[in-house]
């Protein structure tokens, strides 16, 4: 989802951009450099998008269409507001929109977090570096332990310590089996 433009309704509305009648321009930026830009002019219940675009070699092609919008009301007064997806068929309640031809909801582009294409030892790797961060102790599979941190019960810390131990034993055996096969695929005669 990081290759796709994304507009989000939250830091929108955090910035006071959503009042209707106003009209405002956004860009998207790589290390300093303008990749992208849309004019964005808020109505009544929606925002119109109203941007260029260009797909596989054709000409650049004006595109302007409405997005909807709608709020829910917070558990401790105002509200907060959401775009309704305006793919064909879609109409999700989403707080961001991906790029392409059109601005969708990630279910319509068919887009997945960083978390869900990793493989299970790499989340096992990454749940016991957050808990070794937690316990203050060095971070990576080797990391070694420093004690117990001040003010953690003694219960919590055995916990989280066999926590680190057993999901660093899973992210170990995942590695190891992981390299054995992509070596297996390189060399088929050291299979047993």
Wanted: aromatic share 12%.
């Amino acid at each position: 989802m990081t290759d796709y433009r994304a507009l989000d309704v939250r830091r929108w509305a955090r910035d006071g951009l959503l009042n209707p009648c106003n009209r405002f321009g956004w860009q998207w930026t790589v290390d300093g450099e303008k990749t992208g830009s849309i004019q964005v002019a808020v109505e009544r219940n929606s925002v119109r998008l109203i941007y260029r675009c260009k797909e596989n070699g054709s000409d650049w092609e004006d595109i302007e269409y409405p997005v909807w919008l709608t709020s829910t009301a917070c558990n401790y007064g105002g509200e907060r507001q959401w775009f309704l997806c305006p793919a064909y068929g879609c109409g999700r309640r989403v707080a961001k929109l991906y790029g392409g031809r059109i601005f969708a909801c990630r279910h319509c582009h068919q887009l997945a977090y960083p978390s869900q294409r990793e493989k299970s030892y790499d989340r096992a790797a990454r749940k016991a570096d957050k808990i070794r961060t937690r316990l203050g102790w060095d971070l990576g599979l080797e990391g070694l332990p420093r004690g117990r941190p001040k003010g953690m019960h003694r219960n919590t810390y055995e916990r989280l310590s066999r926590q680190v131990w057993e999901l660093t034993d899973e992210a170990e055996e995942g590695f190891a089996a992981h390299f054995a096969f992509a070596l297996l695929k390189l060399d088929p005669s050291l299979q047993p």
